[in-house]
């Protein structure tokens, strides 16, 4: 079966939702937190010269950046069709050049010719090195679009708060560029201590951040929900974190082979007035907001929030459906979405929180509803006398709905 056949077939079955496969990918400088329901036995399954898996990704057409080892469609997402002929795959990203706006409607189709998001669980036992994402104007040296990215800590994943829940952001005020330049040229000499320079906030599960591009960031040790553009660029500006060293490299990845050692350059993507805002938790902080009058949704047998609203390029809904209810949820735009809590029905599908999920297996947690499903609307059924069904959806730029 050819694959416009598998993706119009996928899109048949599920009436216009579309079931995907878990999609991991791992990190060669990270640990993991081994809080994403991957089996013990398999976050070290790809060798140990690839490193731990400690992230998944969600409704991605964007592949991993992970260097010369990156396996075949690492990162994008697979679309499932399963009959009585057995499994067949399709990545979203093959769909959605085939379908366009039979999936993410014709608005996204029409401007980007792309589904120009994905999130991912971020998962590491420890903070990252303190990295910033590329501006456009940047990150196009290289061919690639600049990345804001967004982060939601669902109390779901996060039982245990890994060796650091504290992310240090921007940079503190009263720093001069001169200072921070000097920590750049002083990464191959052991530890840089440019997060002497930040400032860090302690995390809380069940709120968030936005973080744009050209801001300085070392993301703590919860385990984060990250909508974000579709885009793998970043550099790492800090040299040394948890006893690790981290290699030179990275410093530079992100940059064009002919201005390699122009730290200059290095500087010049660090947006400074961003970085030393000193109101940095008021622009920046995101605790939920509901999307209507609350009352009004718990007489409809649910309620729902956005968590992640602050950039045009992604926003994000946490939705809870009530035990014994069935509601119909309506969305201006498509959207991918992960199944945080609870089992039921979406639509033709069931739907199941698994607590543990082997390398390669499938799952019925994971769905993306195309434009004109989720503009019909989305029935969902909570069989559970006890349990809410709570879902993470995720959206592309220039939400019609969100208006805040």
Known sequence: ?????????????????????????????????????????????????????????????????????????????????????????????DAVEELKGEIIGDRLWDQYKSWPMYSKFFDNMGPLPHHIHHRDEHAAMVGQNGKPEAYYFPPQLNNHGGDFPYTFIGIAPGTSKEQIKECLMNFTKGDNKITNYSQAFRLEPGTGWDVPPGMLHAPGSLCTYEPQKASDIFAMYQSLVNEAVIPEELLWKGTPPDRIGDYDLLMEVIDWDLNVNPNLMEKHFMRPKPVKGVAEMEAEGYSENWI?????????????????????????GAYGMIVMQGHGKLGEWDIETPALIRYGQLTNDEFFVTEKAAVEGVVISNPSKTDPIVILKHFGPGNPDLVL
């Not at 990918?25 to 399954?45: A, E």
């Not at 045009?312 to 949820?329: C, D, H, M, N, R």
Request: some cysteine.
């Open 308 to 332: 992640c609203y602050k950039n045009e390029a992604y926003s994000a809904k946490e939705l809870t459906v009530f035990p014994g209810q069935t509601v119909t949820i309506k969305d201006g």
């Open 1 to 93: 079966m050819g694959l416009s056949s598998i993706a119009e077939k996928a899109l048949e079955q599920g009436k216009g939702i579309l079931r995907l496969a878990p999609t991991w990918v791992p990190r060669s400088f990270c640990v993991p937190g081994r809080r994403i329901k991957l089996h013990p036995d398999d976050y070290y399954i790809l060798g140990g010269e690839r490193g731990g898996i400690d992230e998944r990704w969600l409704s991605s057409t964007t592949p991993a950046e992970n260097g010369p080892l990156t396996g075949e469609n690492e990162g994008l997402s697979q679309i499932v069709l399963e009959d009585e002929s057995g499994v067949q795959k399709v990545t979203l990203r």
